[in-house]
């Protein structure tokens, strides 16, 4: 099993900048990648960025070029660098993580944290 726990969310003025961080723990040996997802009030969840432990990351469009996310696989450790926040990012941010674990495919999830970009 793989547990997670994020921290770093806030409130934030429109144009400003936060960092999320995501702790895993557990079987880290067995993730193989790592990302984060959102969910606004009333939207689906979707996936902002995730990033293979080979550093090859993916974004959702509209974060390109605002967002960066990163990984420290000594630290086990995912981190989402926002920049340019928007009222539209207002979201709960929450860390995932999925791999192999005894011949399995898994996913584990965090508890969210909350992002609120006011205008």
């Known amino acids: ?39 606004a009030p009333g939207k689906q969840r979707e996936l902002v960025a995730d ?4 550093d090859s990351a993916n974004y959702v469009d509209s974060v390109k070029g605002r967002f960066t996310i990163s990984r420290d696989n000594a630290k086990n450790m995912v981190y989402l660098q ?24 898994f996913g584990s999830w965090g508890q969210g944290t909350q992002v609120t970009v006011a205008s």
């Open 1 to 39: 099993q793989v547990q997670l726990v994020e921290s770093g969310g806030g409130l934030v003025q429109a144009g400003g900048s936060l960092r999320l961080s995501c702790a895993a723990s557990g079987s880290i040996s067995s993730i193989s990648t790592m990302g984060w997802y959102r969910q």
């Open 51 to 54: 990033i293979t432990r080979s």
């Open 82 to 105: 926002m920049n340019s926040l928007k009222p539209e990012d207002t979201a709960v941010y929450s860390c995932n993580a999925r791999g192999i674990l005894g011949g399995s495919l």
